[in-house]
């Protein structure tokens, strides 16, 4: 668990980050989302303290983060940027062991957490240990840099725009890999994105910042339906709200009973992209089959658009 407790960090007369709380779950992915110069990156740097805190504590696992020298802080916790700064001069195995290397852990075990990695996220170690990273295509760099930052098996990954750089199929195979990759490893990530889109799609949670201060710190789903603040309605963009919601649930949310024609759409497809199969094949439904290929019901055009609206305002309680 990390826990920023008011934070602020002043730049001369700049309040870049203004009094700023917020408990983040272990083995979670939080979004920081927000205007340009709104105070991400600083927030993002103070948890590992690139850049100190003016004023509040932060504590990881119930550490605080001034207890410990910059320096040990940030070799517990790993840390990806847009561009992936990889030493240009390193092989791509040198790159990824640099944490290790500082640690001083034997080569042996070095070696293989390096081949361990390279697997991990999909680099052929006979081919990629040895190049150097202007060798390597943008998404592959990108990886380096995401194996590098967890070579020491970090409890916590700082990510800072790290799609920001990726064409768009290589992106969301990047933020494919990372989703997996987090519910494998179980850390804790905290990434900065200007991309709502991005947001919605990877985060468990997301904190809307505005010159330097939090807006609101939500689920997508919960943002989405009840956003705090103009603001946060703006940033989430009225005219596609309908259809993000439906990105955020599948069809096996929605399956009923019955039958259908048609090829049939796998229960894990988003509904969003259900609605766009059904009016692609101008159907009004269509089958739903689960991973093991049997079919488990339809989904339905009148299901998936009573889903795509405004949440109901609760009663108040009886
Ligand atoms: N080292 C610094 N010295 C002076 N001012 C700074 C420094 N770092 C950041 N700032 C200022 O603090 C504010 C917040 O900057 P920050 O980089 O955290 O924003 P951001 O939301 O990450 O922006 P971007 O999306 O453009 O990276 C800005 O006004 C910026 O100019």
């Known amino acids: 668990m990390i826990e920023i407790e008011h934070v602020s960090r002043r730049f001369g007369t700049t309040l870049a980050v ?31 303290r690139l850049i100190e805190p003016s004023s509040g504590a932060i504590r990881i696992a119930g550490q605080d983060t001034a207890s410990l020298s ?30 290790p290397v500082l640690l001083k852990w034997e080569k042996a075990r070095i070696d293989r957490r390096v081949s361990e990695l390279l697997e991990l996220l999909q680099l052929d170690a006979t081919v990629y240990a040895n190049k150097y990273p202007h ?19 970090p409890a916590v ?6 799609f920001g750089a990726l064409d768009p199929i290589i992106r969301s195979q990047a933020q494919a890999d990372l989703l997996a990759l987090q519910r494998r490893l179980g ?6 994105t200007h991309d709502m889109e991005e947001a919605l799609h990877l985060a468990g949670h997301i904190a809307v910042m505005d010159g330097g201060k939090l807006l609101q710190f939500a689920s997508p789903a919960e943002l989405l339906a009840r956003p705090k603040h103009g603001f946060v309605e703006r940033l989430i963009g009225t005219s596609d709200r309908p259809f993000r919601l439906l990105s955020l649930r599948s ?30 094949r101008q159907a ?8 093991d290929g049997a079919i488990r019901g339809r989904i339905t055009m009148a299901a998936i658009l009573a889903r795509a609206g ?8 009886e």
Not at 27 to 48: E, F, H, P
Not at 70 to 98: D, K, S
Not at 135 to 153: K, P, T
């Open 187 to 192: 850390v804790t990530v905290v990434l900065v």
């Open 135 to 153: 060798q390597l295509s943008g998404g592959q760099q990108q990886r380096v840099g995401v194996a590098r930052a967890l070579a020491a098996e």
């Open 157 to 162: 990954l700082l990510m800072d725009e790290p």
């Open 70 to 99: 910059g320096e040990e802080l940030r070799r517990g916790i790993g840390y990806v940027i847009q561009g992936h700064g990889l030493f240009p001069h390193w092989t791509v195995a040198r790159n990824i062991a640099t944490v």
């Open 18 to 48: 203004d009094d700023v709380s917020l408990t983040l779950e272990r083995g979670t992915i939080t979004a920081v989302v927000g205007t340009s110069g709104s105070g991400k990156s600083t927030l993002l740097r103070m948890i590992n």
């Open 251 to 280: 069809v096996a949310d929605a399956v009923e009973p019955g039958d259908a024609e048609g090829r049939p759409v796998p229960d894990t497809t988003t509904l969003h992209d259900a609605l766009a199969d059904l009016l692609w």
């Open 284 to 291: 009004t439904s269509l089958p739903v089959m689960s991973a």
């Open 310 to 317: 405004a949440p109901a305002v609760s009663s108040p309680p």
